[in-house]
C-alpha cells in the first residue's frame, strides 16, 4: 500500500515500490515496514473489518 492510499500488486517490482497513482517511489522493504509499523500502532486506513 502507498501512502497515498492506493493499493495495486503492480506496484512493487522486485525490490522497488513505486505507486502508479502517485509516484511516489521507495525501496519496496522500506515501504513494507512503514506499512507494517502503521498496522501496528493502529494508523492504517484500511483496517480489516472484524466480525460482530
Not at 9 to 26: D, G, M, P
Not at 30 to 49: D, F
Amino acid at each position: 500500500m502507498c501512502k497515498c492510499g492506493h493499493i495495486d500488486k503492480k506496484n512493487r517490482k522486485r525490490h522497488t515500490f513505486s505507486c502508479a497513482k502517485c509516484q511516489y517511489t521507495l525501496h519496496a522493504d522500506a515501504n513494507a515496514s512503514i506499512n507494517i509499523s502503521k498496522a501496528i500502532s493502529g494508523l492504517s486506513k484500511n483496517k480489516n473489518k472484524q466480525a460482530a
